[in-house]
């Protein structure tokens, strides 16, 4: 795994296969579907760009939980050298059959803190997708290195998950297009793929007839090491644990959840300031 953190370091994400079991795929599969099958069509228009952004703090399925804490994830973050992360919040993000490209963006946003700029990730997306992904249908595409240093889209970047780029008004905008440094991200379902939530990232179109979902989970590698002001807004973001599920479950999560019991004001949303990143 030190070349798994090697590469999360130097390209700002890793892939690490075979971590679920094709047990709890089956779970969380029947879980996503039921899910989507719940979208209402304001839902899916305020989304269209993403496919869906359901949060799991609303959702009733325990088998999430078991995804929050799986424990052959969180080894392979400790043998990265982060052993003890904390979570704090994810979502069911699902391309139904023939959806466009999700939008050029990053995921962090306390770019105030001088921190901000150091190699080692703040904070991680764990990405899962139930299925093989290809081009076809709608893979990760990344800017490998954007996360510590300046790309060109930065240039071209509005807000991050701003409504109108969400709803995919407008699929001529700079968010959307083809950049000659992407990288494709396909993985095989049951991995992982690893990101530092400042790197650059986008999908292709879903041009399959197969619905196409991942579960991203947000998780802190290293909380304890967090200045103050991010641990606030880590705390601050972290969902609610729902009361739907079991004792048992509520608490695996609980467990992993961030504490902060200092003053600090919580960072805001802090955009991206050109001047401060190489390149
Ligand atoms: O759908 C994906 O593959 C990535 C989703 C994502 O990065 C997002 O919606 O922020």
Redesign the pocket.
């Known amino acids: 795994m030190k070349d798994a953190r090697r590469e999360l370091i130097e390209s700002g994400f890793c892939r690490v296969p075979d971590v679920l079991t094709p047990t709890i795929l089956g779970h969380l599969r029947a879980a996503t579907d039921a899910l989507c099958a719940t979208q209402t069509e304001e839902h899916a228009a305020r989304f269209r760009a ?2 869906s ?1 359901f949060a799991l703090g609303g959702v009733e399925d325990p088998v999430f939980a078991r995804l929050i804490a799986w424990r052959p994830a969180l080894d392979a973050l400790a043998a990265m050298g982060f052993p003890d992360p904390t979570y704090t919040d994810g ?1 069911v ?1 699902s ?1 139904p059959p023939r959806s466009p490209r ?1 939008f050029w ?1 990053y ?1 962090w946003f306390a770019w105030d803190d001088p921190t901000a700029y150091a190699p080692v990730p703040q904070q991680v ?1 764990l ?1 899962y ?1 139930l299925s093989d992904t290809a081009p076809e249908n ?3 595409r990344v800017l490998p290195g954007s996360h510590i240093s300046h790309n060109p889209v930065h240039d071209l970047l509005a807000e991050p ?1 701003s409504r109108d780029l969400s709803a995919g008004d407008d699929g001529s905008r700079a968010e959307f297009s083809t950049r000659p440094d992407e990288v494709d991200a396909p993985v095989s379902a049951g991995d992982v793929v690893i990101g530092d939530a400042r790197l650059l ?1 986008a ?1 292709h179109a879903n041009d399959s007839d197969q619905r196409r979902t ?1 579960i ?1 989970l947000w998780y802190q590698p290293d909380f304890a090491s967090l200045p103050e002001r991010i641990k606030a807004q880590m705390v601050a973001k972290t969902h609610e644990i729902p009361d739907a599920w079991p004792a048992e479950s509520r608490e695996m999560v609980r467990r992993l959840n961030p504490v902060y019991e200092g003053d600090a004001e919580p960072y805001g949303r802090c955009l991206y300031r050109r001047q401060r990143l190489p390149g």
């Open positions: 993403q496919g952004m979502y993000i391309k999700l963006h995921d997306f990405m997708y709608g893979c990760l998950h990232h999908t991942v991203t």
